[in-house]
C-alpha cells in the first residue's frame, strides 16, 4: 500500500509562486513514476508533469513549460512541483500519483495507481 500526501497550495495572486510537495509512504520505488495533475471544475482532471523512473527525465504539458519544474528526493520519497508565474487559469485542485514500477504512459491517468486526495491552487487576478 502507497499513501500519497500534497501540500503546499493555497491563494495566490497572478504572477506569483507556490511549491507542492507530495510526500509518499508505504512500499515506494526508486522505479515509481512520479506525477502531478489537475482539476479545474468543469474540466477533465489533465496531466501537467511527470517525472521518470531515474528522476532525471522531466515531461510537461505545454501550458506550463517555463514555468514549472517537477523534481523528487527519492531518499524523502517526496516529489515537488514548483509553480512559477502562475496564471489564473492554473487554478485547481492538484493531485499526486504515483505509478509503481514506472510506465511509459506518464501523462495518462489510468497509468497511476496511486493518487493523494488533492490541494487546492487558486491563483487570484
Known amino acids: 500500500h502507497v499513501q500519497l500526501v500534497e501540500s503546499g497550495g493555497g491563494l495566490v495572486q497572478a504572477g506569483g509562486s507556490l511549491r507542492l510537495s507530495c510526500a509518499a509512504s508505504?512500499?515506494?520505488?526508486?522505479?515509481?513514476?512520479m506525477g502531478w495533475f489537475r482539476q479545474a471544475p468543469g474540466k477533465y482532471r489533465e496531466f501537467v508533469a511527470a517525472?521518470?523512473?531515474?528522476?532525471?527525465?522531466?515531461y510537461y504539458t505545454d501550458s506550463v513549460k517555463g514555468r514549472f519544474t517537477i523534481s523528487r528526493d527519492n531518499a524523502k520519497n517526496t516529489v515537488y512541483l514548483q509553480m512559477n508565474s502562475l496564471k489564473p487559469e492554473d487554478t485547481a485542485v492538484y493531485y499526486c500519483?504515483?505509478?509503481?514500477?514506472?510506465?511509459?504512459?506518464?501523462?495518462?491517468?489510468?497509468?497511476?495507481?496511486?493518487w493523494g486526495q488533492g490541494t487546492q491552487v487558486t491563483v487570484s487576478s
Open positions: 508505504g512500499r515506494t520505488s526508486r522505479s515509481d513514476t
Open positions: 517525472t521518470s523512473w531515474s528522476g532525471s527525465g522531466t
Open positions: 500519483a504515483a505509478a509503481p514500477s514506472g510506465t511509459p504512459f506518464y501523462y495518462i491517468r489510468r497509468a497511476y495507481n496511486y
